[in-house]
T-cell receptor
Framework: GAVVSQHPSRVICKSGTSVKIECRSL??????MFWYRQFPKQSLMLMAT?????????EQGVEKDKFLINHASLTLSTLTVTSAHPEDSSFYIC????????????FGPGTRLTVL | GESVGLHLPTLSVQEGDNSIINCAYS??????FIWYKQESGKGPQFIID?????DKRQGQRVTVLLNKTVKHLSLQIAATQPGDSAVYFC??????????FGTGTRLLVSP
């Protein structure tokens, strides 16, 4: 159990376009989902915490207008990178927590974004 | 500032050896620690976790040790296999499910 999927797994887009990444918990309900970014050979950096039915909480330095997060249901959160630029190229990973008392986060397989 | 870090960026071992990956943390208020394994191009995979009221926890071929006195966490992998080759991250739980990841250690297992 505790499977998290992401779609797409890879995306290449032109500079200035917007890209939407989906994160789904397949076999459990996730009240909270998290979005991370990982640059090559670096650790995961938390971008934002996505709560179902409410606004996301962004980490310091992350532009909320550039990285739009929508957590419309208990199994789906989306991250939209708006007006993408080459410096946004990265590995985006989501995770989901099962419930408010559990701490374990289960991670999706990641989405490789390349902005040309 | 607060941080979670690792002592060794790369660890090379022979197949069959035991591996020990270390992690230091600085926030004594953290009460939950997790080890993740990440293979190239994939998301992190949960390995084992431990709460601050414990000092040792064992899983299948893995053991996590927590020393709160010196704020140190370690992951021991018994009989390391080539399939264990990956980057290993420790993560520290702060607040409600929010995790802070360490810098990562690459484990290289030679046959």
């Amino acid at each position: 159990g505790a499977v998290v999927s992401q779609h797409p797994s890879r995306v290449i887009c032109k500079s200035g376009t917007s890209v939407k990444i989906e994160c789904r918990s397949l076999d459990f309900q996730a009240t909270t989902m998290f979005w991370y970014r990982q640059f090559p050979k670096q650790s995961l950096m938390l971008m934002a915490t996505s709560n179902e039915g409410s606004k996301a909480t962004y980490e310091q330095g992350v532009e909320k207008d550039k990285f739009l997060i929508n957590h419309a249901s208990l199994t789906l959160s989306t991250l939209t990178v708006t007006s993408a630029h080459p410096e946004d190229s990265s590995f985006y990973i989501c995770s989901a927590g099962r419930d408010r008392t559990g701490d374990t986060q289960y991670f999706g397989p990641g989405t490789r974004l390349t902005v040309l | 500032g607060e941080s979670v870090g690792l002592h060794l960026p790369t660890l090379s071992v022979q197949e069959g050896d035991n591996s020990i990956i270390n992690c230091a943390y600085s926030n004594s208020a953290s009460d939950y620690f997790i080890w993740y394994k990440q293979e190239s191009g994939k998301g992190p995979q949960f390995i084992i976790d431990i709460r601050s009221n414990m000092d040792k926890r064992q899983g299948q071929r893995v053991t996590v040790l927590l020393n709160k006195t010196v704020k140190h966490l370690s992951l021991q992998i018994a009989a390391t296999q080539p399939g264990d080759s990956a980057v290993y991250f420790c993560a520290e739980g702060r607040g409600f499910q929010k995790l802070v990841f360490g810098t990562g250690t690459r484990l290289l297992v030679s046959p």
